[in-house]
C-alpha cells in the first residue's frame, strides 16, 4: 500500500535555527498538508496546498513557516526561526481529492527545539 | 467554542466489552466526517468515514446525527489491540483542511 513518508524522524535544533522538514506525499495524490501535535495536545492544522500553491493556512502558520514542492515528489515545510514552542510532532498528509477525501498520514518528525 | 469536542476519558474496558465515543461538532457547515486512529507517539491512521445513514465496518459502527450535530463510534467485542485514541475528524464547505478533536483515549483490559 502506497504511503507518505517523512524526514528525519527526529530532529533537534537550536532556538533561532532554520530547520526544513522533508515528505514525500503519495503519488498520485494532488493535496498536500502538514499537521503538528504538541505533545499531549491535539492534531492542529498548518496548511494546506494544492496546485502549487498554499490553499489555506491556520493562525499558527505565519511568517516562520513556508512551505515548497521543490520537485514532483517532495514537499518541505521550513521553519526559519526555531522557538522553544515550535517543539511538536510534525505530520505531512495527502489526499487524493480535496473535502471529503480522508487523509493519509506520513509517521512524523519530531522536532524539539533546545 | 472548540470546533470538535470529545470526551478525553480514558476509557477502560475489558475484553470482550463494548464501548461508544461521542464527539459534538460546533459549525453546522460541517461536511464530512471521519473517525481516525491514533497510537501513542504516532501517525493518525482512517478507521472509518461516517455517512448520514450510518455505516458499519466489522466490529465498528459509526452514527451522524445533523440535526444535534453529533458523531458516535461504537465498538463490539473490544479487543486489546482496539487500544489507542480515537480521533473525531469534521471538514467544513469550501474548506480544505481537517478539524480534529483532543481524542478519547481508550485501553482495553485482558
Known amino acids: 500500500e502506497p504511503e507518505v513518508t517523512q524526514t528525519p524522524s527526529h530532529q533537534v535544533t537550536q532556538m533561532g535555527q532554520e530547520v526544513i522538514l522533508r515528505c514525500v506525499p503519495i503519488?498520485?495524490?494532488?493535496?498536500f498538508y502538514w499537521y503538528r501535535q504538541i505533545l499531549g495536545q491535539k492534531v492542529e492544522f498548518l496548511v494546506s496546498f494544492y496546485n502549487n500553491e498554499i490553499s489555506e493556512k491556520s493562525e499558527i502558520f505565519d511568517d516562520q513557516f513556508s512551505v515548497e514542492r521543490p520537485d514532483g515528489s517532495n514537499f518541505t515545510l521550513k521553519i526559519r526561526s526555531t522557538k522553544l514552542e515550535d517543539s511538536a510532532m510534525y505530520f505531512c498528509a495527502s489526499s487524493a481529492a480535496a473535502y471529503n477525501s480522508p487523509l493519509h498520514f506520513g509517521n512524523g518528525t519530531r522536532l524539539t527545539v533546545t | 467554542r472548540k470546533e470538535v469536542e470529545q470526551d478525553p476519558g480514558p476509557f477502560n474496558v475489558p475484553e470482550g466489552a463494548t464501548v461508544a465515543f461521542n464527539c459534538t461538532y460546533s459549525n453546522s457547515a460541517s461536511q464530512s466526517f471521519f473517525w481516525y486512529r491514533q497510537d501513542c507517539r504516532k501517525e493518525p491512521k482512517l478507521l472509518m468515514s461516517v455517512y448520514s445513514s450510518g455505516n458499519e465496518d466489522g466490529r465498528f459502527t459509526a452514527q451522524l446525527n445533523r440535526a444535534s450535530q453529533y458523531i458516535s463510534l461504537l465498538i463490539r467485542d473490544s479487543k486489546l489491540s482496539d487500544s489507542a485514541t480515537y480521533l473525531c475528524v469534521v471538514t467544513q464547505t469550501g474548506a480544505n483542511n481537517l478539524f480534529f478533536g483532543t481524542g478519547t483515549r481508550l485501553t482495553v483490559i485482558p
Open positions: 503519488s498520485n495524490h494532488l493535496y
